[in-house]
């Protein structure tokens, strides 16, 4: 069975980094892409940028602009979604989900992110 | 890409057919696009209902369709049912632009 399990919520302050977890197992880790999925409070959802565990080989939304990256630990099946210093407007709700051909099957169950200013 | 466009919300009565709109998905087949719907219940994980425009995962009720005409593509709901009710989303998939999500709709029944 395949499951993305992603890591607990987090409260941070301005300024603070982060990284928080999404822990892959039911399949071969390096042979999908992940993709990181925002959804601020309140709104839709949009997409962050996708990783290719195999090699790392990753995709950035525009809209990121370096902002966060996707470093995984191919040995803990883990993908993680790292921020250097945080801002208020990356409050939300973030889901890693398993890119399949075209959709999206497989979702974490979402980690909530608060930044208070 | 910018987001997809939906209507903001849809109402129905249980039993009556409603259709959520998609425009903005790409008309050009050579772009070997990807269209899938999802269904987001309140506070709960996003869920895949459509594939492929018009397929279905196993275990997604029949009363659940897709289709696509030039830049729209669009779900419909037959048959409504009040656990019908929730946040659907469209979502475009190609190897440029990689996944392009719609605005959201919610649907009241």
């Known amino acids: 069975e395949v499951k993305l399990v992603q890591s607990g919520p987090e409260l941070k302050k301005s300024g603070d980094s982060l990284k928080i977890s999404c822990q892959a197992s039911g399949y071969r880790f390096g042979n999908y892409w992940i993709v990181w999925v925002r959804q601020r409070p309140g709104k839709g959802m949009e997409m962050m940028g996708v990783?290719?565990?195999?090699?790392?080989?990753?995709r950035y939304s525009p809209s990121l602009q370096g902002q966060a990256t996707f470093p995984v630990d191919k040995t803990s099946e883990t993908a993680f979604l790292q921020w250097r210093s945080l801002q208020a407007s990356d409050t939300g709700l973030y889901y890693c989900?398993?890119?399949?051909?075209?959709?999206?099957?497989?979702w974490g169950q979402g980690t909530l992110v608060t930044v208070s200013s | 890409q910018s987001a997809l466009s939906q209507p903001a919300s849809v109402s129905g009565s249980p039993g009556q057919t409603v259709s959520i709109s998609c425009i903005g998905v790409s008309s050009d087949v050579d772009d070997n696009e990807h269209v899938s719907w999802y269904q987001q219940s309140a506070d709960s994980v996003p869920t895949l209902i459509i594939y492929?425009?018009?397929h279905r995962p196993s275990g997604v009720s029949h009363r659940f369709s897709g289709s696509k005409s030039g830049d729209t593509a669009s779900l419909t709901i037959s048959g409504l049912q009040p656990e019908d009710e929730a946040d659907y989303y469209c979502?475009?998939?190609?190897?440029?632009?990689?996944?392009?999500f719609g605005s959201g709709t919610k649907v009241t029944v």
């Open positions: 492929d425009v018009d």
């Open positions: 979502c475009s998939y190609t190897t440029t632009s990689l996944y392009v």
């Open positions: 989900a398993r890119h399949g051909f075209g959709e999206l099957t497989y």
């Open positions: 990783i290719y565990p195999g090699d790392s080989t990753t």
